[in-house]
């Protein structure tokens, strides 16, 4: 029996939505010190909706298909919607993760709500920082979420 489900080695080894987005309306890079796994996410926005994503990952093939399934999740759903994609619908839309390998969801989770951050911030969208929580709001006080190009 394998460790990884047929999902998870699909979206890894057939990844969806990679690569940069140069137009983007909104990017976003988190990171986990302790596995080094780097994950950026582009969103396009129009209207409320994420019209188009795309992701570039560094890390290991959970972070990877992780951040592939975030990305097919997203893509079409209001902006709004997307802010509530949780790691667990994530990790169950891969047909599960090992355990050891869930904060690669976490990842994924965290980088949609930093792309939708970051758009908010450039159109000067108002929001609740509450709902971004420590991760993304406070990335400029921890070094568990340092952008290297921050």
Known sequence: MSLYSD???????????VGKMEDADGIGEVGNAVCGDIMRMYIKVRD??????SFITFGCGSAIASSSMATEMIKGMPIEKALELSNKAVAEALDGLPAHKLHCSVLAEEAVR????????KHDIAYDPAI?????????????DASPEA
């Open 7 to 17: 999902k998870v080695m699909d979206h890894f080894q057939h990844p969806r939505n």
């Open 48 to 53: 409320g909706i994420i019209t188009d994503v």
């Open 114 to 121: 930093a792309a939708v951050k970051d758009y908010y911030d």
């Open 132 to 144: 971004f929580g420590c991760d993304v709001a406070c990335a400029h006080e921890h070094d568990h």
